[in-house]
């Protein structure tokens, strides 16, 4: 649970900063589609203004949270803290093998794309405030949604669902480098990039938004580059994240297409490990207003240890050591704020 500190959770990305101060009310929204509205529901019978959300990636498995502060604050003065320590685990031959299985379901003609996760553990030299690593990503990760909700402390580079006044913004990212553009127009980048942004074009259609979709661009967000796709749209008077998110998420970025084929593929292979990981994260307001982002780039601290998780879209054409090595640099954002060596 959370402790009763000066912050109870947070928010921050160029522009916006909100954090929650005072003795935080902490609720489960359960499961399934409709746990956005109990969110919605939750707040609205607190009588306060703002709440933070953290879904699980997996609507049919729990964890997930609602965190009501007492009051909210545009000032995070936390310093940050790199508290050093070493990972314990990496599964590396284990990831590359559910890799593997997923280019045989891709060849199979069962799916065009899975995306796939990795966990690993690391021990940290002290139990760390996650607000204080908050403060290190804020620090290191330019440009991204920085997040601390319930002990799930991460740098997200992707804007899931944005509602201000009526207007929707959504930025779905796919295809990832370090530095190489020109990797970026490779057919396979191209090809995993617009399933994704097909996939929330989808989702805005089936929610009746009428909207405008820009041409891919490449996005400089944190130390990584993404293709990325703008949407923006305008939604219909009393609108809000619970009506739009259970078409929005899981998109094709965080899970694939046809997504109940992907859904499926991924509780096969991985489990149940995800938890909060690749779900929706972010704030609401009474009036409708919101941010979410993807939790990615994240870690779940547990007093001195701390899960970190990467994943890396799987097409054909993908090659398990590539891939690999994707999920390594997509850890690093954490490995360097916490101080680890990796």
């Not at 909210?72 to 093998?97: I, K, S, Y």
């Not at 078409?247 to 899970?255: G, I, K, L, R």
């Not at 941010?291 to 054909?316: M, P």
């Amino acid at each position: 649970m959370i402790k009763v500190t000066r912050y109870n959770a947070l928010w921050s990305r160029p522009g916006l900063t909100i954090a929650g101060i005072g003795r935080g009310q902490v609720i489960d929204p359960g499961t399934g589609p409709h746990r956005y509205q109990r969110a919605q529901r939750a707040l609205e019978a607190s009588g306060r203004a703002v709440g933070f959300a953290s879904f699980t990636f997996d609507p049919a498995q729990s964890g997930s949270l609602v965190v009501i502060p007492e009051d909210t604050t545009g000032a995070f003065d936390t310093a940050p803290v790199m508290p050093g320590g070493h990972l314990e685990q990496g599964e590396d031959q284990g990831w590359r093998e559910i890799v593997d299985r997923g280019l045989a379901a891709i060849e199979s003609g069962h799916l065009s794309k899975v995306v796939l996760a990795r966990h690993v553990s690391a021990r940290l030299n002290t139990a760390p405030d996650p607000f204080a690593i908050g403060a290190s990503l804020l620090e290191q990760q330019a440009g991204c949604h920085i997040f601390v909700v319930d002990n799930l402390v991460g740098a997200s580079p992707e804007l899931l669902l944005s509602l201000d006044t009526g207007i929707l913004r959504s930025i779905p990212l796919a295809g990832s480098s370090m530095s190489d553009d020109a990797e970026l127009s490779s057919s396979k980048m191209t090809e995993e990039h617009l399933i994704a942004a097909d996939s929330v074009a989808d989702a805005l259609i089936l929610s009746g938004v009428t909207f405008e979709r820009e041409a891919s661009e490449v996005l400089d967000v944190g130390s990584i580059k993404h293709l990325a796709t703008r949407f923006t749209g305008k939604v219909e008077t009393g609108t809000s994240f619970a009506d739009l998110l259970p078409q929005m998420h899981p998109t094709a970025a965080v899970a694939g297409t046809p997504r109940p084929a992907a859904m499926d593929l991924i509780r096969r292979l991985e489990g149940n490990t995800r938890g909060r990981y690749s779900g929706p994260v972010g704030w609401f307001d009474i009036e409708g207003n919101c941010e979410f982002a993807l939790a990615l780039r994240c870690g779940l601290v547990s007093g001195d240890k701390v899960t970190l998780h990467s994943g890396a879209g799987i097409v054909a054409g993908s090659e398990p050591g590539a891939e690999l090595e994707e999920t390594r640099w997509k850890l690093q954002p954490m490995i360097d704020a916490l101080g680890l060596e990796s």
